[in-house]
T-cell receptor
């Protein structure tokens, strides 16, 4: 079965500094990977997704992620963080090997931005 | 824009009550999902549906049931609410063959069972 690990529960970063959130996945075939963001009291918004092709994926809000098959990783990055980036971030992998098309999520990483 | 609407944002229910959480999507999506979100556990899939009157168990279906009588509406039912079902519940939808399409989420329903 597929699974996702987000090793960092909580990260604090200064406004203007760079941010990297780690994601490791376990999946037998080529993974379909996603990053979602959840602001306090809100639902999840898709930041970016990877299905195939270029391993560096650009998303919304200035985020990017790099798929590294050799490391089973899909880390999310942003060069310069804004206070509005304070949120919880979820990495997810899609099970597409059957008819299920179910997303499995990591436990999430909470990002705090300090002034 | 796709809209997934969860009509009840905040509910407080008593132990043993029957609880209905309603979800409506307005983009004619075939797939609909119910997730439960708990701190440190991320999102866990309760049930999903690929079509009207069809349902499949997710990873944690115990204590829950679902109903999909119309394509746009997917209801989560707690037959007899218990305190360990206090959580945030998220509904989602997508077009068929979701790997090619984004899964869209509602804003969530906060349920407290006392």
């Amino acid at each position: 079965a597929q699974s996702v690990t987000q090793p960092d529960i909580h990260i604090t970063v200064s406004e203007g500094a760079s941010l990297e959130l780690r994601c490791n996945y376990s999946y037998g075939a080529t993974p379909y990977l996603f990053w979602y963001v959840q602001s306090p009291g809100q639902g999840l918004q898709l930041l970016l997704k990877y299905f195939s092709g270029d391993t560096l994926v650009q998303g919304i809000k200035g985020f990017e992620a790099e798929f590294k098959r050799s490391q089973s990783s899909f880390n999310l990055r942003k060069p310069s963080v804004h206070w509005s980036d304070a949120a919880e971030y979820f990495c997810a992998v899609l099970n597409h090997s059957s008819n299920d098309y179910k997303l499995s999520f990591g436990a999430g990483t909470t990002v705090t931005v300090r002034a | 824009d796709v809209k997934v609407t969860q009509s009840s944002r905040y509910l407080v229910k008593r132990t043993g009550e029957k609880v209905f959480l309603e979800c409506v999507q307005d983009m004619d999506h075939e797939n609909m999902f119910w997730y439960r979100q708990d701190p440190g556990l991320g999102l866990r899939l309760i049930y999903f549906s690929y079509d009207v009157k069809m349902k499949e168990k997710g990873d944690i279906p115990e204590g829950y049931s679902v109903s999909r009588e119309k394509k746009e509406r997917f209801s989560l039912i707690l037959e007899s609410a218990s305190t360990n079902q206090t959580s945030m519940y998220l509904c989602a939808s997508s077009l068929a063959r979701a790997y090619g399409n984004t899964i869209y989420f509602g804003e969530g329903s906060w349920l407290t069972v006392v």
